[in-house]
């Protein structure tokens, strides 16, 4: 994500009567960074640069940011949140063989069908389950060798 959209969230945060503490724009550049990690991975990268900030303030921080909508939390099948910032939205195509995610755009289908219905959505969520082409290869690989 650029840094004008990382810019835009400060402000919305902002705007919401929240200060913008060194700790909640450093986790706004880590996720405007990084998609999809978890909050233990987002801590360890923001010690990299405060190494005083604690698990407790990322963990605060993230629940202020899912609060206002500047941040989503998606499941991964991982039995733990990920998050993201909240930007356009997209499909998660999640590989159950090495954890790989993969961000494709909202298929137009689904809001025409939602439209036809009378529904007016305000967010959607959408997690696909399976194997991505890296590890297909592998494993039909694998495979052929045992027979």
């Known amino acids: 994500m650029h840094d004008t959209a990382?810019?835009?969230?400060?402000?919305?945060?902002?705007?919401?009567?929240?200060?913008?503490?060194?700790?909640?724009?450093?986790?706004?550049?880590?996720?405007g960074e990084n998609a999809h990690l978890d909050a233990e991975?987002?801590?360890?990268?923001?010690?990299?640069?405060?190494?005083?900030?604690?698990?407790?303030?990322?963990?605060?921080t993230l629940s202020l940011l899912k609060e206002l909508g500047l941040v989503r939390t998606i499941d991964l099948g991982e039995n733990h949140s990920h998050f993201e910032l909240r930007a356009d939205e997209h499909v998660h195509l999640v590989c159950t063989a090495c954890g790989r995610v993969i961000d494709v755009p909202m298929p137009e289908a689904l809001r025409v069908a939602a439209r036809t219905k009378g529904f007016d959505v305000h967010?959607?969520?959408?997690?696909?389950?399976?194997?991505?082409?890296?590890?297909?290869?592998?494993?039909?690989?694998?495979?052929?060798?045992?027979?």
């Open 6 to 31: 990382v810019i835009d969230l400060a402000n919305q945060l902002r705007a919401s009567g929240h200060r913008l503490t060194r700790e909640r724009e450093l986790l706004l550049r880590i996720l």
């Open 41 to 60: 991975e987002i801590y360890r990268r923001a010690q990299k640069t405060l190494p005083q900030i604690g698990l407790a303030t990322v963990y605060r």
């Open 123 to 147: 967010r959607s969520k959408l997690e696909m389950f399976g194997v991505c082409d890296s590890c297909a290869k592998k494993q039909r690989k694998a495979k052929a060798s045992r027979k």
